[in-house]
């Protein structure tokens, strides 16, 4: 028995299911809010302030192309969880081969512990910077408290609270404000950028695309319309339901356009903050979020400072969970293990075994002699490179009947979910071509 599956409820009177929709607009952010704002983690960060102080505003033309990407891809991932009614890794397991599935699994699984490892350190640094105290500590109280609410909170509870988190970006857009920024040199190096194929900028541009356009973002997206279809008694998977597609349909564009909007809004202030200061003052090597903050005080001031430091603190407790949550969701729909936020420990032990787990191999890791904080840089360029395979099984099932019934994705969709996956497959071979 297919554990994953969802038991579809008794059929609700007309017009039930449009009647108790809340239009709203921030009623329809959700998915795709948390999944956007959980892609500026400290390892991101680590990213965009790195690109930001060595190449200046000259990196910005990437944000302004991983945007619609973003969009196009992870709507496909969360339309294929709702229009299925099963996360991304079951719908693998139903309809291709294996091994193809077990190692897009261990891949993931690989990349989101060290991920995990590298936002924790991050963390803990940064308390240490702003609050004084062990940096270890730090990282291993953020580590089991990250674990400890994922098991703990059910998921409508658990949601709020990563939603009230995404407001930690924020800092990112305030620290950029205190500063005064050439804005006509900044939009003119965005719009009309000079590349170059030196070494340092390609892996610095696939670094960027893969920090931006990750994996576990599509495992995550897609399991987290499913959760939320399953909290809804008279929500059923869309192929079954063709009543509630429209409103549903509409309710994905909003979010995920909106999520992907605020991630890539906060990448840009990121990179404005570090080239103007970072940058213009000869700091061009950036390892970790925790020494871009440290570099900025004496530039920026201790506002500045403190802004840049707490929020890496806030992005590393809402990028956690995502990153232990879409490893469990992947092996437990690979497994056919029961899987939800929403039941108890005793109801899916398997489960949050995988995010108890990779949680707490992350947080050991900032104790052992592995330096977390030199796999944040590349841990992006590794995601970059998994990408490519897991956004070419996501576009086949999207435009497969068998998973999406009278909703495989439009022409506008696989075109740009195609020119994505294309995108990313061009960037990946340029880095190999320059390091080789």
């Given at each position: 028995?297919?554990?994953?599956?969802?038991?579809?409820?008794?059929?609700?009177?007309?017009?039930?299911?449009?009647?108790?929709?809340?239009?709203?607009?921030?009623?329809?952010?959700?998915?795709?809010?948390?999944?956007?704002?959980?892609?500026?983690?400290?390892?991101?960060?680590?990213?965009?302030?790195?690109?930001?102080a060595q190449f200046g505003y000259g990196m910005l033309w990437t944000l302004l192309l991983t945007y619609p990407l973003m969009v196009g891809i992870q709507a496909i991932s969360a339309r294929?969880?709702?229009?299925?009614?099963?996360?991304?890794?079951?719908?693998?397991?139903?309809?291709?081969?294996?091994?193809?599935?077990?190692?897009?699994?261990?891949?993931?699984?690989?990349?989101?512990?060290?991920?995990?490892?590298?936002?924790?350190?991050?963390?803990?640094?940064?308390?240490?910077?702003?609050?004084?105290?062990?940096?270890?500590?730090?990282?291993?109280?953020?580590?089991?408290?990250?674990?400890?609410?994922?098991?703990?909170?059910?998921?409508?509870?658990?949601?709020?609270?990563?939603?009230?988190?995404?407001?930690?970006?924020?800092?990112?857009?305030?620290?950029?404000?205190?500063?005064?920024?050439?804005?006509?040199?900044?939009?003119?190096?965005?719009?009309?950028?000079?590349?170059?194929?030196?070494?340092?900028?390609?892996?610095?541009?696939?670094?960027?695309?893969?920090?931006?356009?990750?994996?576990?973002?599509?495992?995550?997206?897609?399991?987290?319309?499913?959760?939320?279809?399953?909290?809804?008694?008279?929500?059923?998977?869309?192929?079954?339901?063709?009543?509630?597609?429209?409103?549903?349909?509409?309710?994905?564009?909003?979010?995920?356009?909106?999520?992907?909007?605020?991630?890539?809004?906060?990448?840009?202030?990121?990179?404005?903050?570090?080239?103007?200061?970072?940058?213009?003052?000869?700091?061009?090597?950036?390892?970790?979020?925790?020494?871009?903050?440290?570099?900025?005080?004496?530039?920026?001031?201790?506002?500045?400072?403190?802004?840049?430091?707490?929020?890496?603190?806030?992005?590393?407790?809402?990028?956690?969970?995502?990153?232990?949550?879409?490893?469990?969701?992947?092996?437990?729909?690979?497994?056919?293990?029961?899987?939800?936020?929403?039941?108890?420990?005793?109801?899916?032990?398997?489960?949050?075994?995988?995010?108890?787990?990779?949680?707490?191999?992350?947080?050991?890791?900032?104790?052992?002699?592995?330096?977390?904080?030199?796999?944040?840089?590349?841990?992006?360029?590794?995601?970059?490179?998994?990408?490519?395979?897991?956004?070419?099984?996501?576009?086949?099932?999207?435009?497969?009947?068998?998973?999406?019934?009278?909703?495989?994705?439009?022409?506008?969709?696989?075109?740009?979910?195609?020119?994505?996956?294309?995108?990313?497959?061009?960037?990946?071979?340029?880095?190999?071509?320059?390091?080789?």
């Open positions: 028995m297919d554990t994953e599956t969802v038991t579809p409820p008794a059929p609700p009177v007309a017009g039930q299911a449009r009647a108790s929709t809340n239009t709203s607009w921030l009623s329809k952010l959700g998915p795709g809010l948390i999944t956007g704002a959980a892609d500026d983690d400290p390892s991101g960060i680590a990213t965009y302030s790195q690109s930001g294929i969880g709702r229009v299925s009614g099963h996360g991304l890794a079951t719908n693998i397991r139903r309809h291709f081969p294996a091994w193809l599935l077990y190692s897009i699994v261990a891949l993931l699984l690989a990349a989101n512990t060290i991920n995990i490892a590298a936002d924790i350190a991050a963390m803990g640094q940064a308390a240490s910077l702003v609050v004084g105290g062990g940096a270890h500590w730090y990282a291993a109280a953020a580590g089991v408290l990250s674990a400890v609410l994922q098991v703990m909170l059910p998921y409508q509870r658990y949601v709020r609270v990563l939603k009230w988190l995404t407001l930690a970006l924020l800092a990112y857009v305030a620290t950029a404000l205190t500063l005064k920024l050439p804005w006509l040199e900044i939009m003119r190096s965005a719009v009309l950028p000079s590349i170059s194929w030196d070494k340092d900028y390609i892996t610095t541009v696939v670094a960027i695309f893969g920090t931006t356009i990750s994996p576990y973002l599509f495992f995550w997206q897609a399991s987290q319309e499913v959760e939320d279809l399953r909290a809804d008694p008279n929500a059923q998977p869309l192929k079954h339901a063709t009543d509630q597609a429209c409103d549903q349909l509409k309710r994905i564009n909003i979010d995920t356009m909106t999520g992907m909007g605020f991630s890539n809004l906060v990448a840009m202030f990121i990179m404005l903050t570090t080239a103007a200061t970072l940058g213009a003052h000869g700091i061009t090597h950036i390892e970790s979020s925790a020494q871009a903050a440290e570099a900025l005080r004496p530039i920026a001031g201790d506002f500045a400072f403190a802004l840049f430091s707490m929020g890496i603190i806030g992005t590393g407790l809402l990028a956690v969970p995502v990153l232990a949550g879409s490893a469990a969701y992947a092996i437990a729909g690979a497994m056919r293990w029961k899987n939800s936020l929403e039941l108890q420990l005793s109801g899916a032990r398997k489960f949050y075994a995988i995010i108890i787990g990779a949680t707490l191999v992350g947080t050991a890791m900032c104790f052992t002699s592995i330096d977390p904080i030199q796999a944040l840089y590349w841990s992006a360029v590794v995601n970059g490179v998994i990408a490519v395979p897991v956004m070419v099984v996501v576009m086949l099932l999207a435009v497969r009947p068998a998973v999406m019934g009278a909703f495989v994705i439009s022409r506008r969709l696989r075109v740009l979910g195609w020119l994505c996956t294309g995108v990313m497959a061009l960037a990946v071979l340029a880095m190999f071509a320059t390091l080789g």
